[in-house]
């Protein structure tokens, strides 16, 4: 059987984690020079009760090669014959390539890195995907050809409350640095494949707007859920409105992690979904 593994950005529920048997290697939130393991060491909620008055912001850090060499040694123990290691976007996080260099070093099991191109529960449906695969005695080669077709079918796009902490995070990039120069915008940001993109409207109105104008361009919908940091309240409103654009079934309603949200700050509000046709096919 193939084991599978992961790190704390996926934002799948701890539930499925465990009922899957998937192996998640944390990252780290760094105030000053402490650093706390990511949904080990210190809790969502806390997190993001501190983020507005932190000053200077938490930064963010990759676990080392160790943190996936146990991993991978762990599953090893357990009994699986390879791994498959699936990670945020490279564009995103220099994870992915730690987790090569650990699987490279890696002697007792075959290790296969896979760059999700993706974040939060767009890598944790790919995860979650990979795993139930394997479960059903699936080979490397097909849960890999499954992924990558799936890959092309999963967005990730929120609407974030402010730019201020894209601004102090230093991860005021090519693709937001357009959006950058009004005060008052709204910024969109929209995740495909490992490509990062932007938008900007002009209120939040107009925001929650085209949230729904792009969860209608992606049906029909395979899976979907809503992602927020810390605004569950945003999140319920959000749901409310694109209720009959769902699928049956739960919706889940996920706080993204704080590796992330310290870049994007509270307040954020969106979609991860899966297409059940590729777009623009």
Known sequence: MIGIVTDSTCDLPEAIVRELGIEVVPLYINYGSHGFLDGVEISRQEFYERLPDSNPLPTTGTPGTEAFSNAYEKLARAGVSEVLSIHISSSLSATVDVARTAAAQTQSIPVAVLDSGQLSLGTGFLVEAAARAAQEGKTLGEIQTMLA?????????????????????????????????????????????????????????????????????????????????????????????????????????????????????????????????????
């Open 149 to 281: 077709e799936i890959g092309k079918r999963t967005h990730v796009f929120a609407a974030l409350d402010t730019l201020e902490f894209l601004r102090r995070s230093g991860r005021m990039n090519g693709v937001v640095a357009g959006i950058g120069s009004l005060l008052k915008v709204k910024p969109l940001l929209k995740m495909n494949q490992g490509a990062p993109t932007s938008e900007r409207v002009r209120t939040s109105e107009k925001a929650t707007e085209r949230l729904v104008e792009l969860l209608k361009d992606m049906h029909p919908l395979e899976r979907v859920a809503l992602v927020h940091t810390h605004a569950a309240e945003k999140a319920r409103e959000l749901y409310q409105r694109v209720r009959e654009l769902l699928p049956e079934g739960e919706v889940p309603s996920v706080d993204i992690t704080p590796v992330i949200g310290t870049h994007i700050g509270p307040g954020a509000v969106g979609f991860a979904c899966i297409s059940a046709s590729r777009i623009n096919e």
